[in-house]
């Protein structure tokens, strides 16, 4: 039968889709599913965490300049270490070699004049893409030639020019005397070409930040009210790349160290703790590692001849006389690590091979005195009148200074006044912000002549420091720490204004770098050491204030090395001791706990500390 053309075609279709409707429905069996094309993954895979490693300090407080003594902190050099280049390194004996990861080379290329030629490596660039180049060596250089407060300049005065060559890359340094030291320079190098155009230049540029870095690792985040900083790989980085992705740092003091390691919230603490944290650091776990990190920084208390009341010897020796220094070391160390370190000589720190002490081995300062103190102050034709002592109807009065309410140095300076206080010394306590103290109350003019009694007078109305609580630089260069903290210098200032050349005011040409400090400062009386004629304005030429023209020729051979270590500290020790500038008290110590936690942490060469190997620091499993 035929259908007539197919025109019933619909009509059956739709009766067959129908009885397949109502057998599927009678079916316990479901249909399979019906499918067009594959269908893609939905689904992200999982974000990894970032390996990260958390370190307890024992402050994150701004002020990350390396190269000033008032930025001295833990956390200061662990910043410099882990975003700052070197041309050398210390190794894990300490001895200096040539940081491969930013050089090519550095040797000495000529005797007379004595020039070192540097090498740079060509991809080696700050994070922002500038290179790393001459006008970095420049900067620094002329910087620590002309500022003051920075850490053991002496070296990079020997600088007489610094040439460029090779499109920047080849840095030629001249120097005016043979520098065996030469090692030491060029540590820590800073962008210039950001540095000398930043708000605060020199001083200012890194109290919060780093503008660029040319290090493994770069700072993601800086919260001082949360008191963390957060410092993640550097991707610029040309080098060997960090293992971790992130380290922390965290503020935290004894009781929140021990907490953390308990809880396993940071991997390792650092920071300077009293003795009961100590032990209770040790008592965490018994996978807790402790070991003891000794500082470049000895803590002294600096007798200023060029202040106005210190400026005779006798006077000096008999305020030394009256200080219980044990009282002083306990009170700054409080059986931490530092309590180890006593130091008992002028220029090489406790943790130096070889050290030994060459303080006096009977009477101040080793022992306090106050029989000899007395006679001493008579000696000066001071008179003890109502419980004060008291000269040509002034009383002996002292200001005492530390850098802010930075410890140890505030309580240390409180200690000392208690003493001086209680044997009819009038006393000062003054706390000036550490920028201020070292750039420039310690270096601020003096007048030789300005006294009503003619004694030196501080210029334009600065106050005065006669007896200070600082760090004292310690370089791995012994002679380089004798010259930077004792030296001499032979220019005099003859204006009011105390000023220095600032490097961020010029030579940013890469160019010849040959400014100098023009300073000096006496030991003695002005008609003792030239007279007032021979100098009526100086500026402190070191921190103390001190310079012996006597002295300063043994200085000069020493860091040119005519002179060796051994020869000339055996005449410049005693020397130190008998003019009692500097009493130094203890070397500066962390303590390091580390946990299980993480891997490859130690503490590190001698100097320098932990933060040196955290390129290769990874997260160990718990």
């Known amino acids: 039968m035929r ?23 009678c079916s316990n069996t479901p249909p399979p599913p019906v499918v067009s094309s594959p269908v893609a993954e939905t689904s992200e895979p999982p974000v990894e965490t970032p390996s990260r490693i958390v370190a307890m300090v024992d402050d994150i407080v701004g002020g990350y300049n390396p190269h000033l003594l008032a930025d001295v902190s833990t956390v200061t050099t662990a910043l410099s270490q882990l975003l700052l280049p070197s041309v050398f390194r210390a190794n894990e004996e300490g001895e200096l070699e040539l940081d491969d990861s930013l050089m090519e080379s550095a040797e000495v290329t000529s005797e007379d004049p004595f020039t070192v030629t540097y090498r740079i490596r060509p991809d080696a660039s700050w994070s922002d893409g500038a290179p790393i180049a001459v006008e970095d060596f420049s900067y620094l250089a002329n910087a620590m030639k002309t500022q003051p407060g920075v850490v053991n300049p002496a070296g990079y005065e020997l600088i007489s020019s610094i040439e460029p060559g090779e499109g920047g890359k080849l840095v030629r340094v001249t120097f005016s005397e043979p520098y065996p030291g030469w090692r030491t320079l060029f540590s820590n190098l800073l962008p210039a070409h950001l540095m000398k155009d930043a708000p605060g230049g020199w001083r200012g540029a890194l109290s919060e930040s780093f503008p660029a870095y040319g290090g493994p690792f770069g700072i993601k985040t800086i919260d001082i009210a949360r008191g963390e900083i957060v410092l993640e790989r550097n991707e610029r980085y040309w080098e060997k790349p960090a293992a971790v992705d992130r380290l922390v740092l965290q503020r935290a003091d004894g009781p929140g160290m021990v907490s953390a390691l308990r809880s396993g919230s940071a991997q390792f603490a650092l920071g300077s703790v009293n003795g009961d944290t100590r032990k209770l ?9 402790l070991s003891t990190v000794a500082h470049p920084y000895v803590v002294d208390v600096v007798l200023r001849p060029i202040g106005p009341a210190l400026v005779e010897d006798e006077v000096r020796q008999a305020v030394a006389a009256l200080l219980d220094r044990d009282a002083l070391i306990d009170e700054g160390t409080r059986g931490g690590d530092s309590a180890d370190l006593r130091a008992g000589a002028q220029v090489l720190p406790p943790s130096e091979p070889g ?73 000062n306590v003054v706390h000036p912000p550490a920028q201020e103290l070292f750039g420039s109350a310690l270096s601020a003019t003096v007048d030789l002549d300005g006294g009503a009694h003619g004694e030196p007078a501080p210029v334009n109305g600065q106050v005065g420091i006669d ?29 009011d204004s105390g ?19 023009e300073t000096a400062g006496p030991t003695t009386k002005p ?40 020869q000339g500290l055996a ?49 160990a499993p718990r």
């Open 499 to 517: 000023r220095t050349q600032d490097p961020d005011s010029g030579n940013d040409d890469a160019g010849k770098t040959d400014g100098k400090r």
């Open 3 to 25: 259908t007539n053309g197919g025109r019933n075609t619909p009509w059956l279709v739709a009766l067959v889709l129908a009885l397949v409707g109502v057998l599927a429905a």
């Open 571 to 619: 005449k410049v020790e005693p020397e130190l001791w008998d003019h009692m500038v500097s009493i130094p008290l203890f070397q500066l110590a962390d303590t390091l706990a580390v946990g299980s936690g993480v891997s490859g942490v130690t503490a590190g060469p001698p100097l320098v500390g932990p933060f040196s190997s955290a390129v290769n620091w990874t997260r």
């Open 281 to 289: 650091l040790a008592d965490v776990s018994e996978d807790i590692g």
């Open 467 to 495: 007896i200070a609580v600082v760090p004292r630089a310690v370089s791995v260069d012994p002679a380089t720490t004798l010259a930077s903290w004792f030296g001499c210098d032979a220019g005099t200032q003859d204006d």
């Open 527 to 566: 008609s003792e050491s030239g007279g007032a004629a021979a100098a009526k304005r100086v500026v402190p030429t070191n921190t103390a204030g001190f310079c012996d023209p006597e002295l300063q020729s043994v200085i000069d051979s020493m860091l040119t090395g005519e002179t060796s270590l051994r």
């Open 355 to 427: 050290y030994k002490h060459t303080i006096p081995g009977s009477g101040p300062p080793l022992e306090r005195n106050a029989k000899k103190a007395y006679k001493l102050l008579a000696e000066a034709g001071y008179e003890r009148e109502a419980g004060s002592w008291v000269r040509d109807g002034r009383t002996l009065s002292l200001v005492v200074a530390s850098p802010g309410q930075k410890q140890p140095y505030a309580r240390i300076a409180a200690k000392l006044a208690e003493q001086l206080i209680a044997e009819g010394i009038e006393v």
